[in-house]
């Protein structure tokens, strides 16, 4: 879901931007702060266990609207009671219940 949220944030964008992303999904921002994309084209989309990487379809989407934007990729601490990361928690709850 953290993978979507970013993609459809991205989209949204009509002209390229600075963008400060907050998402409290470690495996998100580490994969674009610790150059974890990087490694796995290099390892032609495996991880560190030699796996295929979960979701590179979406993976592929996320880095090429990345390459359109100057991204900073900002960790919040999950359920810490952050005000716009509860706000996004509840507007995905709803949505959720309305499809």
């Given at each position: 879901?953290?993978?979507q ?6 989209k949204?964008l009509?002209?390229p ?11 998100l921002v ?11 084209q290099?390892r032609?989309?495996?991880?560190s ?5 979960s979701?590179r379809?979406?993976?592929e ?5 990345s ?8 960790k ?12 996004c928690?509840?507007?995905?709850t709803?949505?959720?219940k309305?499809?």
């Open positions: 879901m953290e993978l949220a970013a993609i459809e944030a991205l949204l009509k002209e931007c600075q963008v400060n992303l907050y998402s409290d999904s470690a495996y580490n994969a674009f702060n610790q150059n974890w994309l990087a490694s796995w290099k032609n989309w495996l991880n266990k030699k796996e295929p990487v979701n379809d979406l993976w989407e996320l880095l090429a609207l390459q359109i934007h100057k991204i900073k990729w900002i919040v601490k999950g359920h810490s009671n952050n005000q716009w990361n509860n706000r928690d509840q507007l995905a709803s949505a959720i309305h499809s």
